[in-house]
């Protein structure tokens, strides 16, 4: 099993920044893509942000120029700071991560979430 456990969630006014943090652990051989994702109340989960292994970024639209992710192999940790924020940004964040992992001294493949940290932007 592959864990995932966000973190640095909270509330903000409109203008301010968070850093949100996910940290991976288990049985992992190998981490590929790692991102960021969001949902809000009545609405989809849609990406936010990715990242490969090599470092190559992609995000959404309504984030370009705002938000930037970053990871730290050594660490199994992508990052993903706000800035900028807007009421609209309000949602739970989910990181997701895909790899592969040791299970039984077996390398298989794995694609986990966490639970999700809470972002409320609101004076």
């Known amino acids: 099993q592959v864990q995932l456990v966000e973190s640095g969630g909270g509330l903000v006014q409109p203008g301010g920044s968070l850093r949100l943090s996910c940290l991976a652990s288990?049985?992992?051989?190998?981490?590929?893509?790692m991102g960021w994702y969001r949902q809000a109340p009545g609405k989809q989960r849609e990406l936010v942000a990715g990242i490969t292994r090599g470092g190559i970024p992609n995000y959404a639209d309504s984030v370009k120029g705002r938000f930037t992710i970053s990871r730290d192999n050594a660490k199994n940790t992508v990052y993903l700071q706000m800035n900028s924020l807007k009421p609209e940004d309000t949602a739970v964040y989910h990181c997701?991560?895909?790899?592969?992992?040791?299970?039984?001294?077996?390398?298989?493949?794995?694609?986990?979430w966490g639970q999700g940290t809470q972002v409320t932007v609101s004076s």
């Open positions: 997701n991560a895909n790899g592969a992992m040791v299970d039984a001294h077996i390398i298989k493949s794995f694609d986990s």
């Open positions: 288990g049985n992992i051989f190998s981490i590929n893509t």
